[in-house]
Antibody, heavy 119, light 107 residues
Framework: EVQLQESGPGLVKPSQSLSLTCSVT????????WGWIRKFPGNKMEWMGY???????SYNPSLKSRISITRDTSKNQFFLQLNSVTTEDTATYYC?????????????WGQGVMVTVSS | DIQMTQSPSFLSASVGDRVTINCKAS??????LNWYQQKLGEAPKLLIY???NLQTGIPSRFSGSGSGTDYTLTISSLQPEDVATYFC?????????FGAGTKLELK
C-alpha cells in the first residue's frame, strides 16, 4: 500500500526557511508526480508544486522564487523548502501522489504536518 | 487561476438522508474534478475522480456528476461514518485549485 509521511519542524521563525520531508513507502517516487499542498487556518487549500518521476518540477506562481522541491531517490523521499517565511505561511503541509498520468489530481496523501511561523 | 466555489460550507443531516455538495468553477474545467473526504486527524481520501469515477474501495453510496462549471457530490444514504469534511479539486489546469470544504455532521 502506498503511504506518505511528512516530517519536519513544527515551528519556524519569520524570515527563515521551512524544510519538510515526505517519506514514501510502497511505491517508487521515480514513477508518477509528487506534490505539496498546504491548508491554511480557515481551511483554504493551496497547491504548492510538484516533482515528477524524472525530477522535473513545477511551482505555483504565487510562491514565486521562494519554493524548491527536490528528492532523494535512494531514500524514496522528496522535500519541500520554502524560503523567507512569514506568518502567512502558517499552515498544515501535506505531501501527496498524483494519479498515474499527468495532472489527474491526487490519490494518496500524507496526514499532514502543522507548521507555525512565529518568533 | 481557476476559482472553485464550494457550497454549503456546513451541512447537518440525518442517517439515511440524501446529501449533495456542490462545487462551481470560475470557468469550464471539462470534468477534471475530484472529490475528497477528510476525517479529523486523517489524511484526505480520494472518493471520486474525473467527476464521476468511483475510486477503488469507496462505497457506492458516493457518486459524482456535473459538467462545464458545475459539479456535485452525492451521498445517497448518509451513514454515521460519513461525518467528515469534503472538498473538491480541479485539475483542469495548473495551479490546481481547491474548494473551501464542506463540514458534514449528523443531525
Amino acid at each position: 500500500e502506498v503511504q506518505l509521511q511528512e516530517s519536519g519542524p513544527g515551528l519556524v521563525k519569520p524570515s527563515q526557511s521551512l524544510s519538510l520531508t515526505c517519506s514514501v513507502t510502497g511505491y517508487s517516487i521515480t514513477s508518477n508526480y509528487w506534490g505539496w499542498i498546504r491548508k491554511f487556518p480557515g481551511n483554504k487549500m493551496e497547491w504548492m508544486g510538484y516533482i515528477s518521476y524524472s525530477g522535473s518540477t513545477s511551482y505555483n506562481p504565487s510562491l514565486k522564487s521562494r519554493i524548491s522541491i527536490t528528492r532523494d531517490t535512494s531514500k524514496n523521499q522528496f522535500f519541500l523548502q520554502l524560503n523567507s517565511v512569514t506568518t502567512e505561511d502558517t499552515a498544515t503541509y501535506y505531501c501527496a501522489r498524483e494519479l498515474p498520468g499527468y495532472n489527474y489530481g491526487f490519490d494518496y496523501w500524507g496526514q499532514g504536518v502543522m507548521v507555525t511561523v512565529s518568533s | 487561476d481557476i476559482q472553485m466555489t464550494q457550497s454549503p460550507s456546513f451541512l447537518s443531516a440525518s442517517v439515511g438522508d440524501r446529501v449533495t455538495i456542490n462545487c462551481k468553477a470560475s470557468q469550464n474545467i471539462n470534468k477534471y474534478l475530484n472529490w475528497y473526504q477528510q476525517k479529523l486527524g486523517e489524511a484526505p481520501k480520494l472518493l471520486i475522480y474525473n467527476t464521476n469515477n468511483l475510486q477503488t474501495g469507496i462505497p457506492s453510496r458516493f457518486s459524482g456528476s456535473g459538467s462545464g462549471t458545475d459539479y456535485t457530490l452525492t451521498i445517497s444514504s448518509l451513514q454515521p461514518e460519513d461525518v467528515a469534511t469534503y472538498f473538491c479539486l480541479q485539475h483542469s489546469s495548473r495551479p490546481n485549485t481547491f474548494g473551501a470544504g464542506t463540514k458534514l455532521e449528523l443531525k
